[in-house]
């Protein structure tokens, strides 16, 4: 099993910035994909960025050049950090990680973090 606790969620200007943090635990050794997801009210589940254990990264159109994934292994965190953000950017933010065991793919979620971008 893999836990997944997300933190740094709110309410910021547009134009400002949020880093979230995904803070995992248990067997993390074999997990080979961490990424952010988000969901909007009434929108479907969207990948937002994600990264691999080499540390590949990968982001949705709409964040390339604001968003940067990024992840600290010696502290088993995952991290967000999303500039010059926009109302259309308020969602709630899940991470996610996906570990693979014997050749079975596992896939493990956060509670997620509410992200609102008003004036």
């Known amino acids: 099993q893999v836990q997944l606790v997300e933190s740094g969620g709110g309410l910021v200007q547009p134009g400002g910035s949020l880093r979230l943090s995904c803070a995992a635990s248990?067997?993390?050794?074999?997990?080979?994909?961490m990424g952010w997801y988000r969901q909007a009210p009434g929108k479907q589940r969207e990948l937002v960025a994600y990264?691999?254990?080499?540390?590949?990264?990968n982001y949705a159109d709409s964040v390339k050049g604001r968003f940067t994934i990024s992840r600290d292994n010696a502290k088993n965190t995952l991290y967000l950090q999303m500039n010059s953000l926009k109302p259309e950017d308020t969602a709630v933010y899940y991470c996610?990680?996906?570990?693979?065991?014997?050749?079975?793919?596992?896939?493990?979620w956060g509670q997620g973090t509410q992200v609102t971008v008003s004036s």
């Open positions: 248990g067997n993390i050794f074999s997990i080979n994909v």
């Open positions: 990264i691999t254990s080499g540390g590949g990264t």
């Open positions: 996610n990680a996906e570990r693979s065991v014997l050749g079975t793919s596992y896939d493990y």
